[in-house]
Nanobody
Framework: VQLQASGGGLVQPGGSLRLSCAAS????????MGWHRQAPGNERELVAV???????NYGDSVKGRFTISRDIATNTMYLQMNSLKPEDTGVYYC????????WGQGTLVTVSS
């Protein structure tokens, strides 16, 4: 299984970005999919997760600003990020889990003026 993350870039504080994660097989092959991020010097942290049934959870720091979603027809997961803050800067990784974890290669998000 391959996961391909894309959509990162440089954005000003208060701006928006949408990340995509394209899976090489049906996203229903995973029990859950999620987005994680890692800032320089920090551990990787969970940003958002979506389960097979559609339920979602978010990290406390992104609640109300980020939205995780999926497109079953294209086997793609998304992360809509609004009201971005400098502390959202980091490498964002997508993950699919069933038994083990599968990781995408990461996409860099930089929030800076």
């Amino acid at each position: 299984v391959q996961l391909q993350a894309s959509g990162g870039g440089l954005v000003q504080p208060g701006g928006s970005l949408r990340l995509s994660c394209a899976a090489s097989k049906s996203i229903f092959s995973f029990n859950s999919m999620g987005w994680h991020r890692q800032a320089p010097g920090n551990e990787r942290e969970l940003v958002a997760v979506i389960r097979t049934g559609g339920s979602t959870n978010y990290g406390d720091s992104v609640k109300g600003r980020f939205t995780i979603s999926r497109d079953i027809a294209t086997n793609t997961m998304y992360l809509q990020m609004n009201s971005l803050k400098p502390e959202d800067t980091g490498v964002y990784y997508c993950r699919g889990s069933r038994g083990g974890h599968y990781w995408g290669q990461g996409t860099l998000v930089t929030v800076s003026s």
